[in-house]
């Protein structure tokens, strides 16, 4: 839970750009106390006497590669956030799911918008940052890929081979 995090906990941010989608590592600075979503003082209270529960968020400071970052109203009990063009996670693995749920959006989109191409790609290449397995999997399926062209490429030259053969044996049954 963001609530949680404490000075020098890592964080992972994936940003939507024009070119698709980057991947940033970050580690938190501060992390604010939880409190009420937005509310002003009277609305406390009202929500209190109604029994309504209130949304609690933090705010949290992040360092990233490319300077500090602030997330404003982020849920406090959450361990992803979704918010405008950026997504925070607590692990790897997190932000592997959103990544992985990203994709198959871009999927459904694709033929709608080619930004959805280029952002695949930037999936796939995140994925394989942030999960050895998918990476492990990824690169299985292609040696399998290339295993299977130098196959294609083995059999055509033995038919060939075999043709040639064929065609020595032929002269060589006229000469005799």
Do not use: C
């Not at 070119?19 to 609305?43: C, F, H, I, L, Y």
């Amino acid at each position: 839970m963001f609530q949680n995090l404490v000075k020098g906990s890592k964080l992972v941010i994936l940003d939507m750009v024009e070119e698709g989608a980057v991947v940033t590592d970050g580690v938190v600075e501060s992390v604010s106390g939880p409190r009420a979503k937005d509310a002003q003082p009277n609305q406390v209270l009202q929500a209190i006497a109604f029994g309504q529960q209130q949304e609690m968020v933090v705010d949290i400071v992040v360092s990233t590669s490319q300077g500090q970052r602030t997330f404003r109203n982020i849920p406090a009990t959450a361990a992803v956030d979704r918010g405008g063009s950026s997504i925070i996670a607590e692990s790897a693995e997190l932000m592997d799911t959103e990544v992985k749920n990203l994709d198959k959006i871009s999927e459904e989109h694709i033929a709608k918008n080619p930004w959805h191409i280029k952002a695949r790609e930037s999936y796939k290449e995140i994925r394989k940052r942030l999960s050895p397995a998918f990476a492990k999997d990824q690169e299985r399926d292609e040696t399998i890929d290339q295993l299977k062209k130098q196959y294609g490429e083995l059999k055509q030259s033995n038919e060939e081979v075999k043709a040639g053969m064929d065609e020595i044996l032929k002269l060589l049954k006229k000469k005799a």
